[in-house]
């Protein structure tokens, strides 16, 4: 599943363990998304890149942003606590956030939902299926 020709808008992905983040980035690649990745180290980083999306204009939110990956477990605020508080902000209710955890836990994933994710996706998801959820809404 390749993107559209020109759809250079970033993923963004809060992943604070350099490992994971690897993974990742390699997994995009093998399934040929060759979108530019904008990484946040933690909670708080991904939490102040989305409110400047807060205060930007339609048009440069879509290009800023085109899905966000969210650990959970992060320092500073945790991935449930930037989940809430996006979800909590009407500027940003078409982002897609999947949460993307080392954790299946039915509770964690309940919460994910309840919070509002798109999607949660348990570590470490293969190639195609980090393409499926990257395009989901180019094929709606």
Known sequence: ?????????????????????????????????????????????????LETLCHATPEERERKAKVLFLDIKMPGWNGFQVLEWARARPELASLRIIVLSGSSEPEDIARAEQLGASRFMVKYPSPHELASAVHASEAA
């Open 1 to 49: 599943m390749s993107p559209p020709p020109g759809d250079d808008r970033p993923i963004l992905i809060a992943e604070n363990d350099d490992n994971d983040f690897f993974f990742f980035e390699h997994r995009l690649r093998r399934a040929k998304v060759q979108n530019p990745i904008i990484r946040f180290p933690d909670g708080n980083a991904a939490r102040a890149y």
